[in-house]
């Protein structure tokens, strides 16, 4: 896929999908810069771009704060120039039932990914106005096609946010140019889903039930992106991809 001298910005770059996806953008041709909480892990990830060549920068950010958002998109403006490729890939997982489920952790799943999200765009977008080309893509979750399980009502709503935020904004920014697309990644083997707490054995079986017969890697999801980001995807916007290995059909 062809992303020749555009400028991507990649919230969650330090570990799993974010982070394959900030490489395989670099791979094909982008500068990139890799936003996380963790910022150790984005100067790793940026290093190993930059040894590929093309330019990175690893800078702080924390999603879920306004302030910190609008330092992180400037200094990737002062350090890389317009931004022309927006991923908001930064998540959390938690499963709670909903007895368990006290409003400070359904807010907390709401201002991550789904304001997060709306954050981060926000900040960044006028950069693709002005450009008059632009690609947002969302990392949403199979889970907000058919609710994931037991425990997953505060995670599964932040994903369907996210999927109404994007369709939304696919009718206000096509005209300038931009497409923006949801991911609703299945199983997917990172970090994230060995420390969520979740119910001992449900993995295993989950993926024993998928046509597949496999976990996803965060390389299957960074595939999907390359294309939503790409110059070839341009006649695709608000849509939602689901590389899931046949969950949700
Ligand atoms: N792994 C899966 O099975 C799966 C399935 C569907 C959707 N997703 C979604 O994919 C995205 C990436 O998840 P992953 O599986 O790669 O997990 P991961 O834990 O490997 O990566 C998530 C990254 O987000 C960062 N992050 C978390 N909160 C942040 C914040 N407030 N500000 C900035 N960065 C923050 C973390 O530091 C981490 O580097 C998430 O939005 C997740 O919900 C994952």
């Not at 979740?198 to 496999?214: H, K, M, N």
Request: one cysteine or more.
């Amino acid at each position: 896929m062809s992303l020749l001298g555009r400028n991507a910005l990649i919230t969650g770059g330090a570990s799993g999908i974010g982070r394959a996806i900030a490489l395989r953008l670099a791979r094909d041709g982008t500068d990139v810069a890799v936003l996380d909480r963790h910022v150790g892990g984005a100067q790793a990830v940026a290093d190993e771009i930059a040894r590929t060549g093309r330019r990175a920068l690893a800078a702080e950010v924390d999603v879920a704060d306004t302030a910190s958002v609008a330092r992180a998109v400037a200094d990737v403006r002062a350090t890389l120039g317009p931004i022309h490729v927006v991923v908001n890939s930064a998540g959390i997982a938690d499963f709670a039932p909903l007895a368990d489920l006290a409003e400070e952790r359904w807010l907390r799943m709401l201002d991550v990914h789904l304001n997060g999200t709306y954050r981060v765009t926000r900040a960044a977008f006028a950069d693709m106005v002005a450009a008059g080309w632009g690609r947002i893509v969302n990392v949403a979750s199979a889970a907000a096609l058919n609710g994931g399980g037991p425990g997953l009502a505060h995670y599964a709503a932040a994903k369907a946010g996210i999927i109404g935020f994007t369709r939304a904004l696919a009718h206000e920014l096509g005209p300038s140019g931009i497409t923006v697309n949801a991911i609703a990644p299945g199983l997917v083997d990172t970090p994230l889903i060995h420390g969520a707490g979740a119910p001992a054995g449900l993995y295993d079986a989950a993926v024993a039930r998928l046509p597949v017969r496999r976990i996803g890697q965060p390389r299957d999801i960074a595939a999907a992106c390359a294309y939503l980001a790409s110059e070839e995807g341009g006649f695709c916007t608000g849509q939602v991809l689901s590389p899931n290995g046949g969950a949700v059909m």
